[in-house]
Every structure is written in C-alpha cells, then in structure tokens.
C-alpha cells in the first residue's frame, strides 16, 4: 500500500490521478465505474482526476479515504507536491527565458 509521497528530483512527480490509475484501477482493483459509485460520484469526476484535469481537493480526498482507505492526507500532499512542482516548473522556465534580458519568445506550455 501507499506510505507516503515522495518528491523525486530526476524526474516530476506522479499526479495523484497518476497515482490512483496505476495503484487501483490498472491492478484490476477497481474499474473507474466502481471507484465513482464507492465515492458516490458521477464517472466523469473519476475520469477527470485520473486524467489531471481535475485535481484533487480536501472533499475528494475524504471520499477517496472512504472508498479506498487510503488517508485522505495522502491525497491532499499528492495534489500538493504535484502543483508545487507545476508552479516551479512555470517559474524555472519564466527565469530562463528572462535570464539574459533578451527578449525571448515564449511558447504556451
């Protein structure tokens, strides 16, 4: 079972979504239809944490504690150590292409 979540440095972090499919759901654990009725959420919230376009928040990480014993904590410092490394990521390449005081190009990302 999970313990805790670690910040790797050679590589970014796992998403909590990440997290969730590879743990529960590609372990033939549970199907994601299962994991919304045991959460008592539509599928497509399911759909969207495992896809990163929803995170997860302190009402998600209570009913993900509930469906699957996991501590909601857990969650919620997933969802954290993921946005901490998007935010820096975001600030590391604003310095970079600031870095010289050459105008530079940016590119969405």
């Known amino acids: 079972m999970i313990l805790s979540v670690r910040v790797p440095t050679s590589q970014p972090p796992e998403r909590p979504g990440q997290i969730l499919r590879e743990e529960f759901i590609k372990t033939g654990r549970l199907t994601q239809a299962a994991l919304a009725q045991r959460m008592n959420v539509p599928v497509s919230k399911v759909r969207g944490i ?46 970079v292409m600031e870095g010289d005081g050459k105008t530079v190009k940016r590119t969405k990302g």
């Open 50 to 95: 495992l896809s990163g376009e929803e995170g997860i928040t302190a009402e998600t990480a209570l009913l993900l504690e509930a469906a699957l014993g996991v501590e909601a904590e857990f969650w919620i410092r997933a969802q954290f150590v993921w946005d901490c490394y998007r935010l820096r990521e975001v600030e590391r390449r604003t310095a």
